[in-house]
Nanobody, 119 residues
Framework: QVQLVESGGGLVQPGGSLRLSCAAS????????MGWYRQAPGKQRELVAA???????NYVDSVKGRFTISRDNAKNTVYLQMNSLKPEDTAVYYC?????????????WGQGTQVTVSS
């Protein structure tokens, strides 16, 4: 089991910045992959950024150059730094952890944090 607690969402003007945090209940070394997804009203949930099991990072094209995923292993926390925010970034952002155990993959989700980009 992995519990994920997100924080850092809010209302920001276009061009502004926010940093999201996701604290895991256990060492992130024991988690195969961690990342951030988002879901806007009426749209499917999409991957925003993630660390893969090999330690590399993936970003959706629409956020490349603006968002940065990082982690603090000592705090079991993953961050999403979001710069140059646009109205189309408005969504609920979810932290995700994937754990492989005995050949089965398990998905864990945080409760979500709202990000609203509006003037």
């Amino acid at each position: 089991q992995v519990q994920l607690v997100e924080s850092g969402g809010g209302l920001v003007q276009p061009g502004g910045s926010l940093r999201l945090s996701c604290a895991a209940s256990r060492s992130i070394f024991s988690i195969n992959s961690m990342g951030w997804y988002r879901q806007a009203p009426g749209k499917q949930r999409e991957l925003v950024a993630a660390f893969t099991s090999s330690g590399s990072t993936n970003y959706v094209d629409s956020v490349k150059g603006r968002f940065t995923i990082s982690r603090d292993n000592a705090k079991n926390t993953v961050y999403l730094q979001m710069n140059s925010l646009k109205p189309e970034d408005t969504a609920v952002y979810y932290c995700n952890a994937k754990v492989s155990m005995l050949g089965t993959w398990y998905n864990y989700w945080g409760q979500g944090t709202q990000v609203t980009v509006s003037s």
